[in-house]
């Protein structure tokens, strides 16, 4: 369906009550590029548009297919280092989902959000968790250093959970002395898929029996 400027130009003057000769001066430009715009023969910038539909108490919106207003996107999303927007057409991700972008730069300062660049892994992503409506906008804990210790404070629950429960099952000798003493190397290290991992250097080694 083609976008009809002459009938919403001469639906806004109706509404209005505004002759072309008013419209074009609430709007301040020539009487002359009005009519044009209103005979077809030029167009009129979206935000004169906007502005006309002002004018007479409207608003332009957009609309999907079932007549669902559609909002515009928030200028209070993720932003990359220069506090230049994200490209709208991509998908945001925390940085540390793509942590291999970063482990090659250690001293270019980790983004919290990059944004997925690889077509067939953005349609795999999208097909199992739909399309975002919009950008990640940042939130107290975003940050690479606040989800790496997120993360490190998830792995010990789990860690103790696990030794609480292989104690109550008796498939280690409880001691009374005990206490968990696994640096954070140890959760860096562990990826949760089988028996725990320790660092070479931890003291603790709490989960073997």
């Given at each position: 369906?083609?976008?009809?400027?002459?009938?919403?130009?001469?639906?806004?003057?109706?509404?209005?009550?505004?002759?072309?000769?008013?419209?074009?001066?609430?709007?301040g430009i020539p009487k002359s590029t009005l009519a044009a715009a209103e005979a077809g023969s030029r167009d009129l910038p979206a935000g004169r548009l906007a502005e006309a539909a002002a004018l007479a108490g409207l608003r332009i919106a957009l609309v999907d297919a079932d007549a669902r207003e559609i909002p515009p996107m928030?200028?209070?999303?993720?932003?990359?280092?220069?506090?230049?927007?994200?490209?709208?057409h991509l998908d945001t991700l925390h940085s540390d989902e793509v942590p291999d972008r970063w482990e090659h730069r250690p001293r270019r300062r980790q983004?919290?959000?990059?944004?997925?660049?690889d077509r067939s892994l953005r349609d795999t992503r999208r097909a199992r968790h739909g399309v975002p409506d919009d950008h990640h906008a940042p939130r107290?804990?975003?940050?690479?250093?606040?989800?790496?210790?997120?993360?490190?404070?998830?792995?010990?629950?789990?860690?103790?959970e696990d030794l609480r429960r292989r104690l109550a099952a008796g498939e280690i000798a409880p001691s009374p002395e005990w206490t968990c003493t696994c640096p954070p190397r140890c959760d860096?290290?562990?990826?949760?898929?089988?028996?725990?991992?320790?660092?070479?250097?931890?003291?603790?080694s709490c989960d073997l029996a």
């Open positions: 369906m083609s976008f009809d400027l002459s009938g919403y130009l001469r639906r806004i003057r109706r509404t209005a009550d505004l002759s072309q000769r008013q419209l074009a001066e609430g709007l928030t200028s209070d999303a993720a932003r990359d280092a220069a506090h230049r927007q994200l490209p709208a983004p919290w959000f990059t944004f997925e660049l107290p804990g975003d940050s690479p250093a606040e989800r790496r210790a997120a993360r490190q404070r998830a792995a010990r629950l789990r860690r103790e860096e290290l562990d990826d949760r898929s089988g028996r725990p991992v320790h660092a070479d250097e931890c003291p603790c």
